[in-house]
Each structure stands twice: as C-alpha cells, then as structure tokens.
C-alpha cells in the first residue's frame, strides 16, 4: 500500500507543481490527502500569487477544486475529526488546522514549502516528517524515475495548448523552486535518449 502524503495549500497553488503531485497520486506512488481548510486557502489565494483578475482566478480555482475532489474522493479529511486538535498542536498558529488535519489523515510526509511553519518538535510526536517538494519529488524521482518520467511525459500530452506541451516546458515552470528534482529528471531523460 502505498504511502500517505498530505498536502499543504502552498503546494496547491501552482497549477504545474499541483498537476504533477496529482499526478503521482493517480498513479498510486502516494495517497492523496487534504483537508477543506486546505483547499479554501488554495481557492482564495490562488489568484493573488498569480495576479489574475479576480473573478477568473476565483473561477479557475474553484474549478481546479472541483476536479481534485473528484479525481480524489477519499483524500479530504473531515473537520471534524483534526478541528479539536487544533488548539493543542505546537507550530505555527495560522498552520495548526493543517498539522492537525495531516495527523488525523495518519499522513507519512505532509508537504510544504513552509517547512519553517511545522518545527520538528511540533511533527515529531507525531512520526510526520515535513518536506518540501522539491524533496518530496526527489524522494519519488529516485525511487522509481522509469515511472515519473511516465508520469511528466503522459501529463505533457494531455495538455493541449502550448506552453507546457512538452516534458521540459514542464520541467522549466518548475525550474526555479523544485531546482534538484528538474535536474535529477532532465539527466535521466538525457541519458534514457543517449542509450
């Protein structure tokens, strides 16, 4: 069975960073887990980190929900059972719902990029190890790269309108925050091609 990843908002905003986690999810390299607080704060912040109009980035994110719920029915977990923790967990306020929630989930890995916001000693009771994702991705790349790179060039063809058509237009969007795991998939792509 495969292992419990829980994911933070930060994660969710980027629709390339959000469409290849999903991605290895489908494929069952990992179980999908979220929270409802969690995809709020996606839906809501989504348009402000890109500076789309308002309307069509609340559109837009409200739809990308809705396809995640439906794709990953079985991922949310219910306030009602990470709500009462809330107050007693140790990191920071504003992401106590989402240390919460990712216990509750029963989550190996809760992925972030505010590893700041959940210290160790707030995770550790609790055997949840925080990673970035560019980690995360290193972490799945080098455990089976044959399937990720399946992964990268399958969600490529399903794009239909350029940019982001191609494996490395995918590659180079997630560039500048996943740098080790663009380089560990663009070395294993040169190399499959050399042999």
Known sequence: MAFVAFLDACVLYQATLRDVLLSLAEEDVYQVRWSPHVLDEMVKNVGARLGLDPKQALAGAEYARSMMEQAFPDAAVEPDAYV????????????????????????????????????????????????????????????????????LVRLASERKQPPMTDVEDILTALQVEHPRFVAMARTHIRKSKDA
């Open 84 to 151: 009462p923790l809330v107050p007693v967990m140790a990191n920071h306020p504003k992401d106590r719902h989402v240390l919460a929630a990712a216990i509750v989930a029963r989550a190996d890995v809760l992925v972030t990029s505010n590893i700041k916001d959940f210290p160790t000693a707030a995770c550790q009771p609790y055997n949840l190890e925080v990673q970035h994702p560019d980690i995360f991705l290193q972490h799945q790349f080098g455990l089976n790269p044959e399937l990720i790179t399946m992964v």
